[in-house]
């Protein structure tokens, strides 16, 4: 079975903090995603990697960034987190363009 | 890139109701893929077709791809089946990117015992 994990399932921060999300696939998919969800506004991709160091800004990718230096791990970084940016954070993994699957979200509240 | 449309938004039924949720989507994609999420977060994939109807246990899927129209149906739905169901396109022609990646808003479904 697929195993996704997350580093945290739910996190306060400060504005302003920097804010590292870490997603880990152990099925050695090359797809990696990271989404937000907000009531009302579905999942949206905040950024997808298809391999090592090689993004794609997905729809939301302001305020934030990603690292991908090894296959299993995908990292989202909040540079300076606000408000705004208080959501569940869902982390996905696929092979090409297949069955994604997804980790169990971080719940992220930034006051 | 594609809209997808989930209809409806939120469905409440009693137990043993026939479910349809329905997904509609703008521009002709590769395949469509139906997510469920529970209360607490977590996503699972249910299935990922791209032609004709998948069924596992109580769950049937189904597309139709000339009309751009998926739908999930339940059979004999249980109070264990109230989540939020979620569909999304994916479009491989589109270079495999982000872009060929659309999900609905997702269909509310509560079913009451």
């Known amino acids: 079975d697929v195993k996704v994990t997350q580093s945290s399932r739910y996190l306060v921060k400060r504005t302003g903090e920097k804010v590292f999300l870490e997603c880990v696939q152990d099925?050695?998919?090359?797809?990696m995603f990271w989404y937000r969800q907000d009531p009302g506004l579905g999942l949206r991709l905040i950024y997808f990697s298809y391999d090592v160091k090689m993004k794609e800004k997905g729809d939301i990718p302001e305020g934030y960034s990603v690292s991908r230096e090894k296959k299993e791990r995908f990292s989202l970084i909040l540079e300076s987190a606000s408000t705004n940016q208080t959501s569940m954070y869902l982390c996905?993994?696929?092979?090409?363009?297949?069955?994604?699957?997804f980790g169990p979200g971080t719940r992220l509240l930034v006051l | 890139k594609n809209e997808v449309e989930q209809s409806p938004q939120n469905l409440t039924a009693q137990e043993g109701e026939f479910i349809t949720i329905n997904c509609s989507y703008s521009?002709?994609?590769?395949?469509l893929h139906w997510l469920q999420q529970h209360p607490g977060g977590g996503i699972v994939s249910l299935f990922m077709?791209?032609?004709?109807?998948k069924k596992h246990g109580r769950l049937i899927a189904t597309i139709n791809i000339q009309e751009k129209h998926s739908s999930l149906h339940i059979t004999a739905s249980h109070p264990r089946d109230s989540a939020v169901y979620i569909c999304a396109a994916l479009d491989w022609g589109s270079g495999g990117g982000a872009d060929g990646l659309t999900f609905g808003k997702g269909t509310h479904l509560i079913i009451q015992p």
């Open positions: 077709l791209s032609s004709g109807k």
């Open positions: 996905a993994s696929s092979l090409l363009m297949g069955t994604q699957y």
């Open positions: 521009v002709g994609i590769s395949a």
């Open positions: 099925m050695d998919h090359e797809n």
